[in-house]
């Protein structure tokens, strides 16, 4: 099972806004309305962002933000601050029961 | 404030076997299902399993079938990840997750994972 894609690597400065994209099929990304997203410092757990395409879990900035548009999946961070700096990852439902995810965007903050 | 906490990672030779616990508390462990999720040095996250909050479906990424086991004891608040015929390729950190959902069936699944544990490491070598 292929990992959706996503660019290995993005950079921003301080107070700007930026988006990573996860891109797969209309058999996963495409097709069903079950995108996540995560974020993970070096060292840590991951932690997640978003589900459900759009939604935010409680206690989550509204910074982040995300979206679909057919095959691509995108997550937008806006005021980047020193602390977004990690990796991103998108998962997506690939079949009943099982999820995929993409190979991860490193962020790094200028 | 609901934690999970891994263990049972370590050194293994290929072909041998080992066991990963995950032990639940500060939520009802028995009305989610579990997934594990592992890293590998340097490496993206990589979805291995899923269990049923009542242990009734099991799922497994390919790379895994026919080689790893995930059960679960409710009674213990514990979801366990056995693991056959280890390779080199096995070697990762290995994160157990809640699954966002509660009492998902089938028709429920949302396929996202609200709380992780901090991971156990799995290094597979002769």
């Known amino acids: ?110 | 404030q609901a934690q999970l906490v891994e263990s049972g990672g370590g050194v293994v030779q290929p072909g041998g076997s080992l066991r990963l616990s995950c032990a639940a508390s500060g939520f009802t462990f028995s009305n989610y299902g579990t997934h594990w999720v592992r890293q590998a040095p340097g490496k993206g996250l990589e979805w291995v399993a899923f269990i049923r909050y009542d242990g009734s479906n099991k799922y497994y990424t390919d790379s895994v079938k026919g080689r790893f086991t995930i059960s679960r004891d409710n009674s213990r608040n514990t979801v366990y990840l056995l693991m056959n015929s280890l390779g080199p390729e096995d070697t990762a950190d290995y994160y157990c997750a809640k699954d966002g959902v509660e009492k998902a069936t089938i028709a429920d699944y949302q396929y996202y994972m609200d709380v992780w544990g901090k991971g156990t490491t799995v290094t597979v070598s002769s």
């Open chain 1, 1 to 110: 099972q292929s990992a959706l894609t996503q660019p290995a690597s993005v950079s921003g400065s301080p107070g700007q806004s930026i988006t990573f994209s996860c891109t797969g099929s209309n058999s996963d990304v495409g097709g069903y309305d079950y995108v996540s997203w995560y974020q993970q410092h070096a060292g840590k757990a991951p932690k997640l962002m978003i589900y459900g395409v759009t939604n935010r879990p409680s206690g989550i900035s509204n910074r982040f933000s995300a979206s679909k548009s057919g095959n691509t999946a995108s997550l937008t961070i806006s005021g980047l601050q020193a602390e977004d700096e990690a990796a991103y990852y998108c998962t997506s439902y690939l079949r009943t029961g099982t999820l995929v995810f993409g190979g991860g965007t490193k962020l790094t903050v200028l």
